[in-house]
């Protein structure tokens, strides 16, 4: 079992709080997939010709590709893969993009699953963002996906923004709950360097919620997902009937993946590999025979780390048994011994085969998880 994911780096504009590598410039989108159907080529063998049971299109904005632009990929993948027959082929997009029509060539072009962009329900927030839709733009787009026939849509949401009161977070969560969707991830603001809000905060321009507000507005969204019948299986991800992300839960579980793209990650389970981030250098580079990525060979600690901080942030936690299985008894004890101080307070628990994080514990996941890194 193995994925793919494939990094579209365009973008029709830029949002405020974004740090994923992107370009407004869609000159070079030809030489583009040129240069990613090239390097798709190249990378084939990196995971042993294991079955693809997930390819997931992020970016930048995937949904800014035109048809014939996306056939050509998804043919070129199901020629060069071995692609399960019952894939999640995920896309992600923005809700200006998703008009019938094109939700249409999605659909017609093997895309199952939609993850759209709609990060707020509130028009102020939007534009405070640079987002390029609106809240009805959003609204519609959800609805023609589900009406078209997506039965696999996942929304993005952002909380913790400058000014987002409890209130408005907590209309957003019922308007966005009214609508036919089986899966959302909620993400806290991240003020990331070199983003325009990273400097507006530096300068004073806007204020970070405090951390009693971000706790609440926590709290608000898991007491209304879980009104609507969503399951939190991991801190940000929440699914109904169990329709968790495949592609997110492969990542967790450490299977093999290839990257794609400028930006994009590779892993086979000993290295991690990282392509360029610059598109005219990619581009070059991929089709020059030039070298475009950097290999880190992961030692026994940045597994075990990696192992411990991704089933950690799960509903189904850490086994301390698997742990001892991988990364030796000695290092299992520890974990378990540091799992246990945090039980007493009633921020793990344990249900006799895995120890996970309750909801007090979510709040304090990045001091549990540093005391369980081993540096
Ligand atoms: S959030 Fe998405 S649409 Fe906005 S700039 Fe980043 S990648 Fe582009």
Not at 22 to 43: D, M, P, Q, W, Y
Not at 207 to 215: A, D, K, R, W
Not at 243 to 250: E, P
Request: hydrophobic share 35%; with cysteine.
């Amino acid at each position: 079992m193995a994925g793919i994911y494939i990094h579209i780096p365009f973008c029709r504009q830029k949002c405020y709080y974004c740090d994923f590598y992107k370009t407004v410039n869609t000159s070079l989108i030809g030489n583009f997939i040129k240069a990613l159907l090239k390097e798709l080529e190249l990378r084939k063998d990196y995971i042993d010709g294991e079955k693809i049971e997930t390819v997931y299109f992020g970016g930048g904005t995937p949904s800014i590709l035109k048809k014939d632009e996306l056939r050509q990929i998804i043919y070129f993948l199901n020629n060069t893969f071995d692609i399960a027959s019952d894939a999640e082929i995920t896309l992600e997009a923005n809700p200006d993009d998703l008009l019938p029509d094109c939700i249409e060539m999605l659909l017609n072009s093997g895309i199952n699953r939609l993850s759209i962009g709609v990060q707020s329900f509130q028009n102020e927030h939007l534009k405070r963002m640079n987002r390029r839709h609106n809240v009805q733009q959003a609204i519609q787009s959800v609805e023609n996906a589900a009406k078209i026939g997506f039965k696999n849509i996942s929304l993005d949401l952002i909380y913790g923004l400058p000014e987002l009161t409890p209130n408005q977070w907590n209309e957003t969560l019922h308007q966005v709950f009214a609508l036919s969707f089986q899966h959302l991830s909620a993400y806290h603001l991240t003020y990331h360097q070199g983003t325009p809000f990273y400097t507006w905060l530096k300068k004073g321009k806007i204020n970070e919620i405090c951390e009693t507000e971000s706790v609440e507005q926590f709290n608000i969204l898991i007491d209304i997902a879980e009104m609507y019948g969503f399951e939190q299986y991991e801190i940000s991800n929440f699914a109904k009937n169990k329709m968790y992300s495949k592609h997110n839960s492969s990542y967790w579980s450490g299977v093999k993946y290839i990257g794609a793209g400028p930006s994009a990650h590779s892993f086979n389970g000993d290295e991690r590999q990282w392509n360029i981030s610059n598109l005219k250098n990619y581009i070059n580079a991929v089709e020059n025979g030039l070298s475009y990525f950097e290999t880190e060979q992961l030692s026994k600690n940045e597994k075990f780390n990696e192992f411990v901080l991704v089933h950690l942030r799960t509903k189904w936690g850490i086994s301390i048994s698997e742990t001892g299985r991988k990364f030796g008894k000695e290092n299992a004890n520890i974990v378990e011994k540091e799992l246990q101080k945090y039980q007493k307070y009633g921020f793990v628990k344990y249900n006799g085969n895995y120890y996970a994080l309750t909801r007090e514990g979510m709040f304090i996941s990045d001091e549990i998880l540093s005391n369980l890194m081993i540096v």
